[in-house]
């Protein structure tokens, strides 16, 4: 059976195949492979042809057939259509990234401004001591919301997205 399939992924053909090749019958290739019978002159000579065929094919490198540049064509669209993704992805993941950066910055602006005013020796009436209460309150939850953690997650979202563009391009330039 080892010698089966051997022989077998060598030719890429099956039992079935290889025994219609060689003019003889499944059961006499079967027999052939585990040892127990000898392939007629006929039989050997094609094989031992076909085998070198092949040993030709993998010293010389395939010739590009139809189906071979068929399968190529459809990785290279593949991989650009995919760069497409994900070049959109990245901008997607970038504008978040920054809009994050944006908002996370105005709440610290907001807090530290509300912090300065509350802190100002100077009297302030009462409903503008609450109002910067309040302003601290929505600064806190604009900072939490628009966190750094966040900002982070994004941040290494679109790092992975830039090497994965990186990898498509030079998968790319291999096809």
Known sequence: MEKDKKIGALLG?????I??????????????VIGKR????????????????????????????D???????????????HLIINKHKQYATEAKL??????YEEGITAFQLADFLAGKKQETAEYQKALLDIIKSDAIKTIEKNGLELQE???LKLQVLQ???LLLKERLRNV
């Open 98 to 103: 920054n809009s994050y950066k944006k908002k």
């Open 67 to 81: 189906v071979i540049k068929n399968q190529e064509s459809k990785i290279r669209k593949f991989i650009e259509e």
């Open 38 to 65: 000898s392939l007629p002159i006929a039989a050997k000579l094609k094989l031992a042809d076909m085998l070198n065929f092949t040993n030709q094919l993998n010293s010389e490198g395939v010739e590009r057939i």
């Open 163 to 165: 090497n994965e563009e």
């Open 19 to 32: 025994a219609m090749l060689l003019q003889i019958t499944r059961s006499q290739w079967s027999l052939y």
């Open 153 to 155: 997650q994004y941040s």
């Open 13 to 17: 053909l099956t039992q079935e195949h």
